[in-house]
């Protein structure tokens, strides 16, 4: 079974210039995670899918960030314009949510590590 | 708000050691406890989920238990090997909703 996939692996911009990532999930997963991990920290959640829906971006800077699942597959998630501190690594996870009894584990992919000159 | 907190940040051992890993959360109304393990430059891997009627999960050398009452959870490592140099992760949630990590213990196995 394919695990979550992620692209790029690696990105170098020039700040004010944009970024987009791709993730897709493992199938039949209903759910989808875009954290931020920055160096020697744990992950923390930017946003949430459930199938199309975004259910939790609260966290989220939207002034520069957006992202969208369309179809409830695969997802985007972009930063326009880049800045310094968006140095960090991107990571994405999925996981299976339907009926009390799923454990709703969380598989995550490799990420993408971006650097911001 | 949910934090978790993971002592130590760093531990060193020699081959064959038994160790523990200790993770402690503030909330604990929660509904799962997972543990990952990162590799440098790598993305996480699932070692083990423990649910909140669950008090422990096995998986090979590794051990993992939960005390929801007292907010804490335990992973032991048996036999410790150089493969197992990682940082390993620990993070809580409830339900579908966001993972709440702890910064994480980076394991170093001599051999």
């Known amino acids: 079974e394919a695990g979550v996939v992620q692209s790029p692996r690696y990105k170098i911009i020039e700040k004010k210039q944009p970024v987009a990532f791709w993730c897709n999930p493992i199938?039949?997963?209903?759910?989808l995670y875009w954290y931020l991990q920055n160096l020697g920290q744990g992950p923390e959640l930017l946003i949430r899918y459930e199938n199309e829906e975004a259910v939790d971006d609260s966290q989220l800077p939207k002034d520069r960030f957006s992202a969208e699942r369309l179809k409830g597959v695969d997802s985007t998630l972009k930063i326009q314009p880049a800045e310094l501190g968006d140095s960090a690594v991107y990571l994405c996870?999925?996981?299976?949510?339907?009926?009390?009894?799923?454990?709703?584990?969380?598989?995550f992919g490799p990420g993408t590590r971006l650097t911001v000159l | 708000k949910q934090e978790v907190t993971q002592i130590p940040a760093a531990l060193s051992v020699p081959e064959g050691e038994n160790l523990v890993l200790n993770c402690s959360f503030t909330d604990s109304a929660i509904y799962n406890l997972q543990w990952f393990r990162q590799d440098p430059g790598k993305g996480l891997t699932s070692l083990l989920l423990i649910q909140s009627s669950q008090r422990e999960q096995t998986s090979g050398r590794l051990n993992a238990s939960l005390d929801k009452s007292s907010g804490r959870s335990t992973l032991y490592i048996a036999a410790s090997q150089p493969g197992d140099s990682a940082t390993y992760l620990c993070?809580?949630?409830?339900?579908?909703?966001?993972?709440?990590f702890g910064k994480g213990t980076k394991l170093t196995v001599n051999p």
């Open positions: 993070a809580a949630s409830r339900g579908s909703e966001k993972l709440v």
């Open positions: 199938s039949g997963h209903n759910t």
């Open positions: 996870a999925s996981s299976q949510t339907s009926g009390t009894s799923v454990p709703n584990e969380q598989f």
